[in-house]
């Protein structure tokens, strides 16, 4: 079996090089063997993420003394570039919305109390975190959600409305809520972060998506029918939510870009095998001037995005603002891994079409990048502003 390994950054210290020899070896041992029947399922088992949360790799960016491991932005690269060399982008996509897009929002802005009630269990694995921002009718325009929270006479809070596309949606234990609590509030103002948790009565999970890729993570519509919080439910100060998910979209894309280079490395490395072994006109197809340039070129472009998401998650650990830099890696690499892994698709020939084969799950798997987490037409506006 082909390995195609990128240079290892040389800024990256024996502790990140030791997380990405360990989480290769899990994804190995205890992913690929077993995620075909988590894709038929439809969610991956709880299991795993207290696994993975045993080997502390779901809180590494999370504060110690909650039972993080108080890691930087390299960390979530080095996770997510191994996870997604799985092959399975739904396994991928559900462990890091849990440990990157959701319960960070508890590590970052959480009070004291909020942190150790909610922090342990989420490092630990044995509670799943999930982040609800998108709506029917708000998805890349954040400012546009519709969700209403209402204070009540007791100082708690009244929410209703729905949420879609919601990753680790049925299966999850800690919801990360965007609602609009000042009505008279325009565009992205007035928008407040509320922490609901699974069995609160007035939570009701409306539909499962059965979705095109990412069969493996289970996808969910909410809605919120007079969901009743304490006032300790809020997350940070009231009204301040949308920069809250503003700062947290930043890490989300610079994983997205750590899931894009993960997925490039092994759909170009199958794909180096196939043509290899693929015998056409007399030679392999490996043999063929054209298959070799083309994925050289594949190559090229996938280092291209890793290089920028290392510089990224650098450039976020130095404190710098990354909004440009950021929205750049989450437009080029999400379409770049668009043609990466239709030009794998393309050199398996037919048997890049058969459905259960690897590039054939990783072309459905690489669709939604384009989409989650910021359209690339969204994207590119945020680089267009800041030029």
Known sequence: MTEFEFLEPDFLDEDLRMVRDQVRRFSRERIVPFADAWEASGEIPRALFRELGELGFLGMRHPVEYGG??????????LGEELARSGYGGVASALTVHSDMSISHIAHRGSHEQKQKYLPDACAGRKVGAVCVTE???GSDVAGLRTRGERMADGGWLINGSKTFITNGVHGDI?????????????SR????????KDNPGLKITRQF???GWRSSDTAELFFDDLKLPADALLGEEGKGFYYIMGTFQNERLVVGALVSGTCARAIELTVDYVRQRQAFGKSLWDQQVVRNKLAWMASKAAAVRALTYQCALMIEQ??????EVSMLKAFGAETLQEVVHTCLQLHGGTGFITGTPVERMA???RILTIGGGATEVMLEEVAKRM
């Open 364 to 366: 459905r798997d690489a």
């Open 210 to 212: 059965d979705k095109h």
């Open 190 to 197: 007035g928008i407040s972060l509320f922490i609901v948790e």
């Open 136 to 138: 029917p009718g708000a």
């Open 69 to 78: 491991g108080g890691l930087g932005p390299l960390a979530s690269v080095v």
């Open 319 to 324: 404190g710098k603002d990354t909004v440009r």
């Open 175 to 187: 919801y990360i809520v965007a609602a609009r609590t000042d009505p008279e509030a325009k565009g």
